[in-house]
Each structure stands twice: as structure tokens, then as C-alpha cells.
């Protein structure tokens, strides 16, 4: 399709494409669009690929809302809730993730943000992670503030996570306990101390992809290079549980729009990819250059040895990328 080509050479030729553009790529031909978002990939990115861990820090009992999540103390979900893990238990999963060749190793806590005192506590485990192994320390810790994330820079930590979730439009449908403009202080609270952070948002939650598109632009303003995409995972007993289940070309195709507004991005399949049938091997070959590997926050991940296998068999190689 000559649009399409027309889409890639501008990208090529380091122009940013617009709203009105990138809504236009959803009613491409997904193969020829897919085909496109993996030239520009291969063109910005090379074989790099962006290989991640999470670990639930501290689960359950969240004061917040979010319509989707296990976590929430609004809802009646069947899941393990527990204060902050010991430094022993995150040291060991470190070592094992430094160990099968993982780059990144996040540690996500439940609730609206961390007290003062599971901070300080987090920053010591933290520490010993970094003397004792490789990997570099991310954290999703909620709503910080500029000061909290100084000490997690001090202690270590290199990334931090944070979600926008969806646009600003749809994000009152999702959650009502905090704002949209506090993730985005949070955000940038995080990066006037000069740490990295990644951040995107959950597709499936009843968006459109005018939503998509305006949650791309929002982390573009921001200069977000790492973005991890989600797929809904229907959870029972939360709000969302009877959602639809996005296809595989759907994600396929929001992959693809994503490198095309972010071509030189992370864009990392992330929670729900195990429920693709193909754990989202197509979307790596639409686009797509990371992936959240191992078990998720509340649900079961892929291995990740299996990731490793597919990567090499993709021609991929593992490496920190920041875009």
C-alpha cells in the first residue's frame, strides 16, 4: 500500500508522523503494515532486544481502584496479599534472573506509593542487589515523589516504571482514586532526577484506538523510551472481567502503529502476552523489540528460557536498549 511506504520513508527520514497518520495505519493491511513496522525496527534498532523480569514486592490490599486489577481492595479477587518482601527473598530472584542472562529486574509494589519506611527498606535491598549481581534494578512503586526518587537513584535503582494505562480521554473509565496529571508529575518527578522510565498502558480496557494514539503521543511529549504494552488479562471479580479478549492481529497491529510513532522506542509486550497463542512471537516481527519475560504480578508468565529459544530462533540479541 503506497501510504504505508510513504509513512516509512517519512520515519526514515527522522519525521515524527501525526495523530491524523497513525489513526490511518489502523485501517492498513495488516501484513503490509506489520512488514513496515519491522523494517523500521530492523532500520533504528537493529537485532537488539530488551529482555525484562518483574517480581511482586508487595501485593494486594491497594487503596486504589483500577478497574482491571487483582490487587485492588475494592474487589474480590483471589490472590495472595503480603507487606514487602524480605531483601533475601529479592536477592535470590535477582541472582537467578542475572543468571539465566536477564537485563532488567523490576520490583512492583501494590498500592497508591510506598511509605517512608518500606522505602528506606527497599533502597537497602537494593543496594545488595547491586554488589552482588549485574542486573540493572528497576522499580514500579507508585506515586513518588521527586525526593523518594532520589533516594532510589542513590540506592541503585536505574528505571522507573509507570503507567499511563490509556489515553487521558478514557482514563476516569479506568481509575478514580488518582489522576492522570499525577501519574505524569510522577513521571517527570522521575526524570528531573535523571533516572529512566518506562511507561505505557493496557490495551483491551474498552479504548478505541483514538485512545492508543493519544496515549503514544502523550509518552512521546514526555520522551518515554521504554513502553511496555499489555494486554488485558480478564481478572474475576474485578470490573473488567467480562471485557473481550483482544485478538492476536489486534496487538499485532497496535505494535506496529507504536514503531511507527516510536521508532527508535522499546516496545515491550508485557502482562497478557501469554495469552496469545503464539506468546507474541508475531508481534516481535510487527515491531516489537522487548518483552516482560518470566511470571507476572497476579497471573503466570512464559519462561524464560522459552523466551531466550524464540529470540535466537527471531535472530535477536540480547541487550540493554534505551533507544
Aim: glycine share 8%.
Amino acid at each position: 500500500m503506497e501510504y504505508i511506504s510513504e509513512l516509512k520513508e517519512k520515519v526514515f527520514n527522522n519525521s515524527l508522523i501525526t495523530k491524523k497518520e497513525a489513526l490511518a495505519l489502523y485501517d492498513a493491511p495488516l501484513e503490509e503494515l506489520c512488514q513496515a513496522a519491522n523494517e523500521i525496527r530492523i532500520h533504528f534498532c537493529g537485532s537488539a532486544f530488551d529482555i525484562c523480569t518483574i517480581i511482586n514486592g508487595k501485593s494486594g490490599r491497594c487503596s486504589e481502584d483500577c478497574k482491571f486489577c487483582a490487587q485492588s481492595a475494592h474487589y474480590h479477587t483471589k490472590i495472595q496479599s503480603y507487606s514487602m518482601l524480605s531483601t533475601d527473598t529479592l536477592l535470590t530472584e535477582a541472582k537467578y534472573n542475572d543468571i539465566n542472562g536477564v537485563l532488567r529486574y523490576s520490583i512492583v509494589t501494590s498500592g497508591k506509593a510506598l511509605n517512608d519506611a518500606e522505602l528506606d527498606s527497599l533502597c537497602e535491598s537494593v543496594h545488595i542487589i547491586g554488589k552482588q549481581t549485574k542486573i540493572s534494578v528497576c522499580a514500579s512503586l507508585g506515586l513518588l515523589k521527586e525526593s523518594q526518587f532520589q533516594k532510589l537513584k542513590e540506592a541503585g535503582v536505574t528505571r522507573i516504571h509507570n503507567n499511563l494505562e490509556t489515553s487521558r480521554r478514557y482514563f476516569p473509565n479506568v481509575c478514580s482514586t488518582h489522576s492522570y496529571d499525577e501519574k505524569i508529575a510522577s513521571i517527570q518527578a522521575a526524570q528531573r532526577v535523571g533516572l529512566e522510565v518506562c511507561s505505557g498502558g493496557i490495551m483491551g480496557l474498552g479504548e478505541t484506538a483514538e485512545d492508543r494514539v493519544d496515549m503514544a503521543l502523550t509518552l512521546r511529549e514526555l520522551g518515554v523510551n521504554s513502553i511496555p504494552i499489555n494486554l488485558l488479562n480478564p481478572i474475576p471479580g474485578t470490573p473488567f472481567e467480562n471485557n473481550p479478549p483482544l485478538t492476536n492481529d489486534d496487538m499485532c497491529r497496535i505494535v506496529a502503529v507504536y514503531r511507527f510513532l516510536f521508532p527508535k522506542a522499546s516496545i515491550r509486550l508485557a502482562g497478557g502476552r501469554g495469552l496469545l497463542a503464539d506468546k507474541g512471537e508475531s508481534c516481535f516481527l510487527s515491531g516489537g523489540n522487548a518483552a516482560i519475560s518470566g511470571d507476572m504480578l497476579t497471573t503466570a508468565g512464559i519462561s524464560i528460557s522459552s523466551d531466550m529459544k524464540m529470540l535466537q530462533n527471531l535472530g535477536y540479541k540480547v541487550v540493554r536498549w534505551n533507544g
